[in-house]
Every structure is written in structure tokens, then in C-alpha cells.
């Protein structure tokens, strides 16, 4: 189920910086959350681990089911919305999971995927949007006037740009030792500069569904670049500093 990455070397060298010791595993099928067969597997590579439990509590009692799979006192490894490197520090040491989906994706570009996701885990930063809101949610939730997969969606994005707003002085410093990897980086935010153009009146005009918008905008805050109202806000030094509550704010504000 897992073979052991090769790595570039300036990903190496970001392991080395971050998350020394981290396994980069290639994972033989995609996953949402990893299969509990794949899970076995994974705990018999690594010397210890710490399952992170997320309460049934935090959840509003409108939810997607998939949300119930995160709750409870198992290992969790992923979660819709991922992408194609899933993460976690619930292993000793920590583990990359790149997914069979990067195939077709340039490899400079893969590399930084891989790179950014080394970067989480060595950051301390909440591993998946319910650790970061914890019981703040249900406020989250109650406050976002939309159906329940929809605010499921909102808080990932709200959750993305938190994460973002901490991994960009990251990528930024890449300039000089990873040129590579922050070329990966630049070129990506370029070709998303033009989609951000034009979004809020996408979004008014009904070409372009509000959570749709909201995954694309909060993309651009990784990336420093201008991101449209009224995801603009979550593009803030108060929320890097305060985290959920000022989400649950900025929700309020914005369906009051």
C-alpha cells in the first residue's frame, strides 16, 4: 500500500528544516480518509501513535456524514477536501501520503505539494478543519445561513486560509535556497491571479457557487495575493492570531 518517496532534494532539505525524520510514503489508491487496511499498514511503518479524537460534541446535529467519521478516539488520516498529499502528527514520526491522483501533475509542481505538506505538520498547525474549530463549530455553523454540506465546505476554506496565512513566510523564504520549490510556488499563485479577478461579481451574478468561490479565494492567500470581499477578511493578522473565533465572526458578519 506504501512505497517510500524519493525525494527532491530541496524537499529533502525541507523535511530536514521541518519535520526531521517525516515519512514521504506513495499511497497505492486515493483516499478521503485512509481505509482502516491502509491505516494498519501505515502503523506497522512508524514507531509510535498518538490518535487525535475529534468530540461528537463539536458537531451540529446538520452535518454530512462524512463528518462522523472524524469524531471518536481512532486514527484519522485524511478528510474530504485534502487534495493530494494528506498529512499527520498522529504518528511518530510524522507522515506524508502522497496520492496516486498527482500523476499527470508537473513534477516541480508535485514537489511542492509535497514540500507545503511537510511544512504542516512541522508548523504545529491544526491538521484538519475540526481540530481547528473544535466547539467553536456548532457557533461556525449556526452562524453560516446555507445548507450543512455547504458549511462543511466554508469551514475548510476558512480553515485553508488560516493555514495559509502561516505557510506563506515559509514558502516567501524559499526564494534563494529552494528556487525550485518557490518557483513551483510563484508560478502557481500567477495562474490563479486571473481567476481571482472578476470573482465577487461571479459570485453575484450566480455564475459561480459561494462555496466554490470561497475555495478558490482563500487558495490566494498561501499565494500573498489580493484576495476578493468578502474573503478578504480571513486574509488577516487577527485571524492568524486568534484562529476559529475570528472565523465564527467574519461568518456572522457576513450572513447577519
Known amino acids: 500500500m506504501f512505497t517510500e518517496r524519493e525525494l527532491h532534494p530541496e524537499v529533502a532539505a525541507v523535511r530536514d528544516a521541518h519535520a526531521p525524520g517525516a515519512l514521504v510514503l506513495d499511497v497505492e489508491r486515493d483516499f478521503e480518509v485512509l481505509p482502516t487496511g491502509a491505516l494498519t499498514d501505515l502503523m506497522a511503518l512508524v514507531d509510535d501513535v498518538e490518535p487525535r ?17 472524524l469524531v471518536g478516539s481512532d486514527v484519522v488520516v485524511g478528510a474530504p477536501g485534502d487534495g493530494s498529499v494528506a498529512w499527520t502528527t498522529q504518528t511518530t514520526p510524522p507522515a506524508v501520503l502522497v496520492k496516486p491522483r498527482v500523476e499527470g ?31 467553536d463549530y456548532a457557533d461556525f455553523a449556526a452562524a453560516t445561513d446555507t445548507d450543512p454540506t455547504t458549511t462543511y465546505q466554508l469551514a475548510l476554506a476558512a480553515y485553508d486560509a488560516y493555514v495559509g496565512l502561516h505557510t506563506r513566510d515559509v514558502f516567501e523564504s524559499w526564494a534563494d535556497e529552494r528556487p525550485t520549490l518557490y518557483d513551483a510556488w510563484a508560478d502557481a499563485g500567477e495562474r490563479l491571479r486571473p481567476r481571482l479577478d472578476g470573482l465577487g461579481t461571479a459570485v453575484a451574478r450566480g455564475e459561480t457557487e459561494f462555496a466554490d468561490a470561497a475555495e478558490l479565494a482563500v487558495a490566494g492567500v498561501k499565494h500573498g495575493l489580493d484576495v476578493p470581499a468578502p474573503f478578504g477578511a480571513l486574509d488577516a493578522r487577527a485571524y492568524r492570531d486568534h484562529g476559529a473565533p ?10 447577519s
Open 53 to 69: 479524537g475529534y468530540d461528537a460534541d463539536w458537531l451540529p446535529a446538520d452535518r454530512p456524514e462524512i463528518l462522523d467519521r
Open 105 to 135: 501533475s508537473p513534477d516541480d509542481f508535485v514537489s511542492f505539494l509535497v514540500a507545503e505538506a511537510i511544512s504542516e505538520a512541522g508548523l504545529g498547525v491544526p491538521e484538519h478543519f475540526l481540530g481547528f474549530f473544535a466547539d
Open 246 to 255: 475570528y472565523a465564527v465572526t467574519w461568518a456572522e458578519k457576513l450572513f
